[in-house]
């Protein structure tokens, strides 16, 4: 039964997020759509929805912040694939490697922007708001520390692991908070 929920909502959301940027410039609507299309799990909206769904019997209220979070994380990975040169992830090449460093940038910063813009279309409150904007930091001071680190002779476990959790934990923390925030969220 969980199980045909996810596939559910990972089959809405890959749908839905195919229709987030249709108009633009089409350097920016096709490398949007390829960034949005990749094989990824839909891991952080499932959990967003699912807190919604299990704390007030429907994850609709949260369904806006989810695609948001979604294209957040797409942003995140954008943007990390340029700092670390990866040249593939989920089996295709990165934005970079396919068209070149200034479109990475742009298609990143565009998807920061679209993400925000979900939100505040939505009329989410400033709590909901706070906590994606609170993470989005915490993933930049953690890719930060990261860079850091390359030339850093010694790291300690402690710093090792605050990086972590802001490059990675914040991330998975967020969207579950939101799913129990949305619940103020007008329909």
């Not at 089409?26 to 967003?48: A, C, D, E, H, M």
């Amino acid at each position: 039964m969980m199980s045909e929920t996810i596939t559910t909502l990972q089959k809405k959301i890959n749908s839905d997020l195919k229709n987030i940027y249709s108009a633009g410039p089409t350097s920016l609507v096709q490398t949007f759509n390829y960034v949005i299309s990749g094989k990824g799990k839909r891991i952080r909206p499932i959990l967003t929805l699912l807190t919604s769904k299990s704390l007030f019997g429907n994850y609709k209220k949260s369904y806006n912040a989810a695609l948001a979070v979604e294209i957040l994380h797409n942003f995140t990975l954008v943007h990390d694939d340029i700092m670390d040169n990866d040249s593939l992830r989920h089996g295709k090449k990165t934005v970079h490697e396919k068209w070149d460093t200034s479109t990475a940038i742009l298609i990143g910063d565009a998807m920061l922007a679209k993400s925000i813009n979900i939100l505040s279309e939505s009329n989410y409150d400033d709590k909901l708001i706070k906590s994606f904007n609170s993470a989005l930091l915490a993933v930049c001071e953690g890719q930060a520390l990261d860079k850091e680190f390359e030339t850093k002779k010694d790291v300690t476990e402690k710093e090792y692991f605050t990086m972590i959790e802001k490059k990675t934990s914040y991330l998975i923390a967020m969207p579950i908070e939101l799913g129990a925030l949305a619940y103020d969220y007008p329909l």
